[in-house]
């Protein structure tokens, strides 16, 4: 009476299995097959706005986008103003970089970061658009 009672749900729940279309494929899943491989040669773009960004220890960093060319940003950064062109990145991330002051400036939808290029350090980080 027992093996009954356990072998009629998992005999339905077996058939219903079968009958089942497989689930349809989620927004993350296409989100992640859009991103390049490694090594490849795509660079990723995001239509990012201008203004300040607010980041960790009260810092705050201004980027002003050039909207006819979007390889090129201006910083304004501890009392100066710097232009950054885009440089090509093997993961394809957004990364502007100025040789003559060493400014990187890493640009994401989530959050940005500032580095000195010469010393490899985070001059501003967890920056985001106010």
């Given at each position: 009476?027992?093996l009954?009672r356990?072998?009629l749900p998992f005999?339905l ?9 497989p689930?349809a494929?989620t927004?993350e899943?296409?989100?992640?097959s859009e991103l ?10 995001f239509?990012?706005a ?5 980041c ?8 002003l986008?050039d909207?006819?060319?979007?390889n090129?940003?201006?910083i304004g950064?501890g009392g100066?103003?710097?232009?950054l062109?885009?440089n090509?990145?093997y993961s394809?991330?957004p990364r502007y ?14 959050k940005?970061i500032?580095?000195?290029g010469?010393?490899?350090k985070?001059?501003?980080s967890?920056?985001?658009q106010?």
């Amino acid at each position: 009476m027992y093996l009954r009672r356990i072998a009629l749900p998992f005999m339905l729940s077996l058939l219903a299995a079968c009958t089942t279309a497989p689930p349809a494929p989620t927004a993350e899943k296409s989100v992640s097959s859009e991103l390049p491989k490694a090594g490849g040669d795509q660079q990723l773009n995001f239509d990012l706005a201008s203004g300040t960004y607010r980041c960790d220890m009260g810092q705050k960093v201004e980027v002003l986008r050039d909207r006819e060319n979007a390889n090129h940003v201006r910083i304004g950064w501890g009392g100066g103003h710097y232009d950054l062109s885009r440089n090509h990145s093997y993961s394809g991330l957004p990364r502007y970089e100025d040789a003559g002051s060493g400014l990187v400036w890493i640009d994401l939808p989530w959050k940005s970061i500032l580095l000195d290029g010469h010393r490899n350090k985070p001059l501003a980080s967890d920056c985001t658009q106010v």
